[in-house]
């Protein structure tokens, strides 16, 4: 079965420009998430998604972060422009939706450096 | 909101045992997953307890007091792969979905 898949790996790019990262669930997942992870802390929600349609966009700064996921499957994630705090890892997952296991299935995450 | 307090690190030797202490505030509690992660890679997972008690894996083992509101990892027979952060995470429920907010994590280092 193959995993979660998230693209770019690295991204390196000047304060105030944007940025675009895609994620790929694993197949039959309903639900999918965006975290963001600032090195030596926890990953932060930024935005979860159950099939199309957004469950918690709460902690998402919606001024310069957006995302979707228009058909269901594959996802992504945009800052425009970015802030040289968002130098982060970018982590999607992904879990099956119904009957909650506790297990989210995470990608190798995309290092975004704001310069 | 979700507070999650673990602490940040910790240390032990090869073959030893230790534990890692995770307590939460939270709403609507149903579950304390644990996750491991090593320097540049993904988080995995490790466990989950969704009632009070022991869950054993292999050596690692996972515990959970839902009236204390807490919970810890316990990995035995440490070797030098367990290197690694380990993060908790609850699941508060909204609206029939469950959404998993994450401690800061626990970097345990183990010495030969």
């Known amino acids: 079965e193959a995993g979660v898949a998230q693209s770019p790996r690295y991204k390196i790019i000047e304060k105030r420009q944007s940025v675009a990262f895609w994620c790929n669930p694993i197949s039959g997942h309903a639900t999918l998430y965006w975290y963001q992870q600032i090195l030596g802390q926890g990953p932060k929600l930024l935005i979860q998604f159950q099939n199309n349609g957004v469950v918690d966009d709460s902690q998402l700064p919606k001024d310069r972060f957006s995302a979707e996921r228009l058909k269901g499957v594959d996802s992504t994630l945009k800052i425009q422009p970015a802030k040289l705090e968002d130098s982060a890892v970018y982590l999607c997952?992904?879990?099956f939706g119904t009957g909650w296991t506790g297990e989210l299935f995470f990608g190798e995450g995309s290092r975004l450096t704001v310069l | 909101g979700q507070s999650l307090e673990q602490p940040s690190e910790v240390t032990a030797v090869e073959g030893a045992i230790v534990q890692i202490n995770c307590t939460y505030q939270?709403?609507?509690?149903?579950?304390l997953s644990w996750y491991q992660q090593h320097d540049g890679g993904a988080p995995t997972f490790l466990s989950y307890?969704?009632?009070?008690g022991l869950e054993e894996t292999g050596r690692f083992s996972s515990f959970l007091s839902r009236s204390d509101s807490y919970g810890y990892l316990l990995l035995q027979e440490l070797q030098m792969k367990d290197s690694a952060s380990y993060f908790c995470a609850v699941s508060p429920s909204s609206g029939g979905s469950y959404i998993p907010t994450f401690g800061r994590g626990t970097s345990l280092i183990v010495h030969p």
């Open positions: 939270t709403s609507g509690f149903y579950g």
């Open positions: 307890n969704a009632l009070d």
């Open positions: 997952a992904s879990s």
